[in-house]
């Protein structure tokens, strides 16, 4: 993911601009994961790893906004983290039983109904 800068525009206005595209592109990300949450979720949480990359990259302007900022979307990225990780491990389970049915049958319906609930509070 990258980022455009018009040099001929104000900094503070295309950094203004940037960051309202991603954080609605990161709300976009979080309808998609109401159907497809192993895509969803992932794809928001790297564009909020975006958006705090940006504003590390310009505190210096403002140093408390954008530490507020940063923890902001930290909070937000760390509250996603338990959802996308049980709904990734359910994927590579449901992988691994498919390359593997006899040897993975037994241990793959605990692992499974341990982590839905998880998966299914998204």
Same mark, same amino acid.
């Given at each position: 993911?990258?980022?455009?800068?018009?040099?001929?525009?104000?900094? *503070?206005?295309?950094?203004?601009?940037?960051?309202?595209?991603?954080?609605?592109?990161?709300?976009? $990300?979080?309808?998609?994961?109401?159907?497809? @949450?192993? +895509?969803?979720?992932?794809? /928001?949480?790297?564009?909020?790893?975006? !958006?705090? &990359?940006?504003?590390?990259? !310009?505190?210096? #302007?403002?140093? @408390?906004? /954008?530490? *507020?900022?940063?923890? /902001?979307?930290? $909070? !937000?990225? &760390?509250?996603?983290?338990? @959802?996308?990780? %049980?709904?990734?491990?359910?994927? *590579?389970?449901?992988?691994?039983?498919?390359?593997?049915?006899?040897?993975? %049958?037994?241990?793959?319906?605990? !692992?499974?109904? +341990?982590? $839905?609930?998880? %998966?299914? #509070?998204?």
């Amino acid at each position: 993911m990258s980022f455009r800068i018009d040099p001929r525009l104000p900094l *503070t206005g295309e950094v203004r601009r940037i960051l309202a595209d991603e954080i609605g592109k990161a709300l976009g $990300q979080l309808e998609t994961a109401r159907d497809k @949450p192993e +895509q969803g979720l992932h794809k /928001c949480r790297k564009r909020l790893k975006g !958006v705090r &990359a940006l504003l590390r990259l !310009v505190r210096s #302007g403002d140093e @408390p906004f /954008c530490q *507020t900022e940063n923890e /902001c979307y930290k $909070q !937000v990225s &760390a509250l996603l983290a338990g @959802p996308r990780e %049980a709904t990734a491990l359910i994927e *590579t389970i449901d992988r691994l039983g498919s390359a593997f049915p006899d040897e993975t %049958a037994a241990g793959m319906e605990l !692992v499974l109904a +341990q982590h $839905q609930p998880l %998966a299914d #509070g998204i």
